[in-house]
């Protein structure tokens, strides 16, 4: 046979072969159980030392507390301190005003301002140049009084004065457009004098900066004279056949401010609330004035009573002059305090404004009608453009060298289209919507095409309906639209069409002085902050360089946060965006507490954004900061991650691109009360002077941008 026969294997080996693979077995299973065992001791004792020398930390950290978090009080001293110097430079403002002498109201004074609009409604045949040129100061004044409604602190405003600017904004918005009619009038009473030697008809159009106006007169009732378009622009309208042949005029007024839309009411819950604060801080400070002036008396008496009556007169004299002096030191430390509780008074109102800047409101606007604009979701931008149809007045006659007019009694009239009867009208077409041609303000960007809206002068707000074939030629910036009824008409954007954000970063830039960039889906915005005043640096639209006549203008905070909404680039939400965006709730306390100490560090140190921040629960914010002492940006930066949760800051083991989130403090680290004290642990000396001489008005300035633009919430 070629092949042997396998062995085969008898029943007792087969056994034996059985149990030596269950011994190996349990061998291996024991030693796994005791290699598991001593793994789980050693990860035990691993979380002992640890939980062992966080309890050390936290001990150390309560040990000290109370000391950080008088120094941070004494740090945050510049908040207070900027509000007083605010209100100086309020006052200044008013006494330069005074001591010019130039003829302008003061807004702010009921008497003048009244003064100036019953003698302003006096003058009588101002052309529309004139208007034009006195509008400038009018519209001076009511930005005059925004911004005082604005600038000025909710614990600083009474309502009264809140009713008069309000009333002085609206009367003046009123008159200065009551002013247009009526040089419109004036002009259109003389379009035959001034009719294009071409087509018959009158045409004139003015620009300014402020107002542009499109005046056509139909005075030869062409019927084929149908498509208006006013010389060297797109603008124009295409009319139907029953507006050509009849006695009107077609004015187009684009003011490229908006005193249309109602003004908006200054909320009662913010009077309320800083009132509050207001009342209990002033009932301290009279409370520690009555207990002084009490023991300055009581120390009178016991001294009178102590006098020796041997020597009395002598006595007598001697512990009037001593009373004088305790009296002297008494009064200047009687001072000193209410100097103090002043200040106190002081930071808890500017502390309790500050907190309403952030707080989200509870309910959602929900009195809208069908197709009315909701003006929480949408902002009217590039102004207004006033569209009417106006009856031609009578014209002006020459007669034996002079020009005899007829003045009508009612002024100027509108010509209603499409009339209310329209039983002599044969055809049902005979009244079609009139196309109209825009062009777009060049100032305002649109990261979208933008939505034509009505005003509803009944209903008194925007609405989207009774509009028709809307299209939009951006590189040309031509809007196209039919309407059916003339009236006031502006474009809209979506609030936030740039929220949330994709990151930011805060850096400095010199002394007091940063640059904050943020980045949003379509544009990064990069602003400067120096002192007590913002100024746009650069944008990028698509990765592309956008010039803006807002560049290089130093404003303050409010005024250049106003500008940068009006030209489309609002990145700053309000009390009700949190309805329209997926926002990164935060707890509004703790939020507060991070803006007001990341300016405070501001100066020396960079933050930016960090995707860990999104991970955290509401009551801690993540950044990620550095030391930067430079003016140029730090090429290979290398970023730390902090964790604060208004009470305790620390720094995080993990960085930026680690895999998953864990709040274990990095090595050889501590944790402390406040972020000041944390960073003092390993920042340099240079970095700590810098951060202690910044300016309270610097700093006051980049926490009002923090605030404003909301980055830990809205990133």
């Not at 006096?122 to 004139?130: A, K, R, S, V």
């Not at 520690?288 to 016991?302: P, V």
């Not at 808890?348 to 979701?377: G, H, R, Y």
């Not at 960085?655 to 960073?679: D, Q, W």
């Amino acid at each position: 046979m070629s092949g042997r026969k396998k062995k085969k294997i008898t029943k007792a080996e087969r056994l034996k072969q059985l149990q030596e693979e269950e011994e190996r077995r349990q061998k291996e299973e024991e030693e796994a159980r005791v290699k598991h065992e001593k793994e789980e001791m050693e990860r035990l004792e691993i979380q002992r030392i640890e939980k062992e020398k966080w309890h050390q930390l936290e001990a150390k950290d309560l040990e000290r507390r109370h000391e950080e978090l008088e120094e941070l009080y004494l740090l945050e001293g510049c908040f207070p301190e900027a509000e007083k110097l605010k209100r100086g430079t309020r006052l200044l403002a008013q006494w330069k005003h005074y001591i010019q002498c130039d003829g302008s109201p003061d807004p702010s004074i009921s008497p003048e301002i009244n003064t100036f609009i019953s003698l302003w409604k006096e003058e009588t045949n101002e052309t529309l140049e004139e208007v034009i040129a006195k509008g400038k100061l009018v519209l001076n004044l009511i930005e005059k009084l925004k911004l005082i409604l604005l600038e000025t602190p909710p614990y600083d405003l009474e309502d009264k004065n809140i009713k008069q600017y309000q009333g002085s904004i609206l009367e003046l918005q009123e008159l200065l457009h009551l002013k247009f009619n009526i040089a419109t009038e004036i002009l259109l009473r003389q379009a035959s004098t001034l009719a294009d030697l071409d087509s018959g008809n009158m045409e004139k159009v003015i620009q300014d900066e402020n107002v542009t106006l499109y005046m056509w007169a139909n005075l030869k009732k062409n019927p084929r004279y149908r498509s208006v378009r006013f010389s060297e622009t797109q603008t124009g309208f295409e009319i139907p056949r029953i507006l050509a042949t009849s006695d009107i005029a077609l004015r187009l007024l684009h003011t490229h401010y908006d005193h249309v839309t109602p003004l908006r009411p200054v909320p009662a819950s913010l009077q309320e609330r800083t009132a509050t604060v207001t009342d209990f801080v002033k009932e301290e400070v009279k409370n520690e004035e009555a207990a002084i002036s009490k023991e300055l008396q009581e120390e009178g008496k016991q001294r009178e009573n102590e006098s020796n009556s041997v020597h009395e007169e002598e006595t007598k004299f001697e512990e009037q002059g001593d009373s004088e002096v305790q009296m002297g030191v008494g009064q200047e430390e009687s001072e000193a305090t209410k100097g103090e509780l002043e200040m106190k008074l002081l930071s808890e109102t500017v502390l309790s404004a500050q907190l309403l800047l952030i707080e989200n409101a509870n309910e959602k606007p929900c009195f809208f009608e069908d197709n009315e604009v909701d003006l929480c979701q949408f902002t009217t931008l590039g102004g207004v453009y006033h569209l009417d149809i106006l009856e031609l007045p009578p014209q002006c006659k020459p007669m034996k060298g002079w020009m005899i007019v007829e003045i009508l009694k009612e002024g100027l009239r509108k010509y209603i289209y499409p009339p209310e009867t329209t039983e002599d009208v044969e055809t049902e077409n005979a009244f079609p919507p009139i196309e109209v041609t825009l062009e777009v303000q060049e100032n305002v960007i649109f990261f979208e095409d933008p939505v034509v809206a009505r005003w509803d002068g009944e209903g008194k707000h925007w609405q989207t309906d009774g509009i028709s074939n809307v299209s939009y030629k951006s590189e040309e910036r031509l809007l196209t639209f039919s309407l059916e009824t003339f009236g006031p008409v502006t474009l809209i954007q979506d609030t936030h069409i740039n929220m949330p954000f994709q990151s930011w970063e805060l850096r400095p830039l010199d002394v007091n002085k940063v640059l904050l960039t943020v980045t949003t889906v379509f544009t990064e915005i990069q602003i400067q902050i120096k002192e007590n005043l913002c100024m746009l640096a650069s944008i990028k639209l698509n990765n592309k360089k956008h010039s803006s006549i807002l560049e290089g203008k130093w404003m303050t905070p409010i005024s250049f946060i106003c500008a940068l909404k009006e030209a489309g680039l609002n990145i700053f939400p309000s009390g009700y965006s949190h309805f329209y965006v997926v926002i990164n709730y935060k707890d509004p306390l703790v939020e507060l507490k991070a803006y007001r100490q990341l300016a405070l560090l501001s100066s020396a140190f960079a933050f930016g954004w960090s995707k860990w921040n999104t991970v955290c629960n509401s009551k801690k914010v993540i950044v990620k900061l550095m030391e930067h002492l430079t003016e140029e940006p730090i090429q290979k930066p290398n970023w730390t991650l902090l964790m604060f949760s208004g009470d305790r800051a620390q720094r995080l083991k993990i960085n930026e691109n680690s895999e998953t989130f864990s709040e274990a403090l990095k090595e050889e680290t501590e944790f402390h009360s406040t972020l000041y004290h944390m960073v003092e642990d390993f920042a340099s000396k240079k970095a700590m002077e810098k951060i202690r001489s910044a300016s309270c008005q610097f700093i006051d300035s980049v926490c009002y941008m923090l605030l404003s633009t909301r980055l830990l919430s809205y990133s």
